[in-house]
């Protein structure tokens, strides 16, 4: 399976909002609310973002959300802060039982 | 604290097997599905395997069946992958992670471990 499609890099100004889009299909996330983003600073491991499309785990900002149309995903920072410079990815289940990570997202803060 | 910590990574010639192990603490180890997610150097990242929480079901990717075998041992609160007939492409950080439902939403990530196969 491809992976699913991020665009390659974002940037924006402190205090600025971004989205970011992850699309995959009907078999991955259109067809499933079980799309994750991740976040994921040099040389760290990943850290759950948001998880089933738009739920915030405790302790991640209320800067950070996430949508669903069809088989786009987006993850949105509102209030850019230069800690927010990261890679991003995002992940969905499969309809064949596995798990597809989109190519990730180099997010830049000006 | 929950807490995740691999080991066995290593540099060995293409063709080469390996295993790698991931200790758990914190945890009910035994109740939760356990993933394998690699990360070639500069590239995203790929889930590679997971395995139940009694390790009766088995998920691997295309790109590892075959090859790779996840397994655990609840007494020992450790998750395995073993590799074999390694490849160059193969080459990447392997973190061990705890998703918190099923495959995914995974919340508990290990630092990493390396694999580097290049003769």
């Known amino acids: 399976q491809s992976a699913l499609t991020q665009p390659a890099s974002v940037s924006g100004s402190p205090g600025q909002s971004i989205t970011i889009s992850c699309t995959g299909t009907?078999?991955?996330?259109?067809?499933?609310?079980?799309v994750c983003w991740y976040q994921q600073h040099p040389g760290k491991a990943p850290k759950l973002l948001i998880s089933d499309v738009s739920k915030r785990p405790s302790g991640v900002s209320t800067r950070f959300s996430g949508s669903k149309s069809g088989n786009t995903a987006s993850l949105t920072i509102s209030g850019l802060q230069a800690e927010d410079e990261a890679d991003y990815y995002c992940s969905s289940y499969t309809r064949s039982s596995t798990l597809l990570f989109g190519g990730g997202t180099k997010l830049t803060v000006l | 604290e929950v807490q995740l910590v691999e080991s066995g990574g290593g540099l060995l010639q293409p063709g080469g097997s390996l295993r790698l192990s991931c200790a758990a603490s914190?945890?009910?180890?035994?109740?939760?599905?356990m993933n394998w997610v690699r990360q070639a150097s500069g590239k995203g990242l790929e889930w590679v395997s997971s395995?139940?929480?009694?390790?009766?079901?088995?998920y691997y990717a295309d790109s590892v069946k075959g090859r790779f075998t996840i397994s655990r041992d609840n007494a020992k609160n450790s998750l395995y992958l073993q590799m074999n007939s390694l490849r160059a492409e193969d080459t990447a950080v392997y973190y061990c992670?705890?998703?918190?439902?099923?495959?995914?939403?995974?919340?508990?990530w290990g630092k990493g471990t390396t694999v580097t196969v290049s003769s």
């Open positions: 395995i139940s929480g009694s390790g009766s079901t088995l």
């Open positions: 009907s078999s991955d996330v259109g067809g499933y609310d079980y």
């Open positions: 992670a705890r998703p918190s439902r099923f495959l995914d939403r995974m919340d508990v």
């Open positions: 914190g945890l009910s180890f035994s109740s939760y599905t």
